[in-house]
């Protein structure tokens, strides 16, 4: 099973950002998944979570600004991200809890991709 991440780049403050999280090989099904950001010298944190059937939860600083969102039929999670500040420069990495073909239950981590927000 991989995670791939995708959707990265340099935006100015206040612009905005979509990212991607595909995942793919041997997968029965997908639990909750949730995107988490790392920014340099601080500790991982979380920003946003969906269930298997769409609740969802938000880290207080992104609410109204954010929007996580997934597209089970491709095994895709997504973060609409708004209004972003030069603060919530990170790598964001995508999370998933995968019950795979064999029966295993893991929790699954991307590589990682980095937003960078200028001011």
């Known amino acids: 099973v991989q995670l791939q991440a995708s959707g990265g780049g340099l935006v100015q403050a206040g612009g905005s950002l979509r990212l991607s999280c595909a995942a793919s090989?041997?997968?029965?099904?997908?639990?909750?998944m949730g995107w988490y950001r790392q920014a340099p010298g601080k500790q991982r944190e979380l920003v946003a979570t969906i269930s298997s059937e769409g609740v969802t939860n938000y880290a207080d600083s992104v609410k109204g600004r954010f929007t996580i969102s997934r597209d089970n039929a491709k095994n895709t999670l997504y973060l609409q991200m708004n209004s972003l500040k030069p603060e919530e420069t990170a790598v964001y990495y995508c999370?998933?809890?995968?019950?795979?073909?064999?029966?295993?239950?893991?929790?699954?981590w991307g590589q990682g991709t980095l937003v960078t927000v200028s001011s």
């Open positions: 999370k998933a809890n995968i019950l795979t073909t064999s029966w295993r239950r893991y929790d699954y």
């Open positions: 090989g041997s997968i029965f099904s997908i639990n909750s």
